[in-house]
Nanobody
Framework: EVRLAESGGGPVHSGGSLRLSCTIS????????VYWYRRNTDDECEVVSS???????VYAYSVAGRFIVSRDIDVNTVWLQMNRLKPEDTAVYIC???????????????????????????????WGQGTQVTVSS
């Protein structure tokens, strides 16, 4: 089964930095398209960034130039480096992933689809539970 686990969230002052990680645990090696979403204080979900299996990165306009997504394939981990944070970046940050191989492994019992922060409007195969980022002014 596949499990996504985020870490690195927490409180930070405006202008500060945080580095989030998303580790994919799977029983087989695969290539992944990985996405970062966030659910903000208005309970709205938006895509923040993504990194595809070929390394292509995409950023939301609101974070471009401040956030950097990267990955280490050997350890199946994707990072989101968040710089110059603003209070409006406060949200639960959730990673999601689509594998390239079919058939796909089952989801873990604690897949993020069972969590209250799940951004269900976006169709992704696997979800993490999310990590809270709180930026104070």
């Amino acid at each position: 089964e596949v499990r996504l686990a985020e870490s690195g969230g927490g409180p930070v002052h405006s202008g500060g930095s945080l580095r989030l990680s998303c580790t994919i645990s799977a029983s087989y090696f695969d290539e992944w398209d990985v996405y970062w979403y966030r659910r903000n204080t208005d309970d709205e979900c938006e895509v923040v960034s993504s990194i595809s299996s070929d390394g292509t990165t995409v950023y939301a306009y609101s974070v471009a130039g401040r956030f950097i997504v990267s990955r280490d394939i050997d350890v199946n981990t994707v990072w989101l480096q968040m710089n110059r944070l603003k209070p409006e970046d406060t949200a639960v940050y959730i990673c999601a992933a689509d594998p390239l191989l079919i058939p796909r492994e089952p989801r873990s019992v604690d897949d993020g689809r069972t969590g209250k922060s799940w951004c269900g409007a976006f169709d992704r195969t696997y979800w993490g539970q999310g990590t809270q980022v709180t930026v104070s002014s």
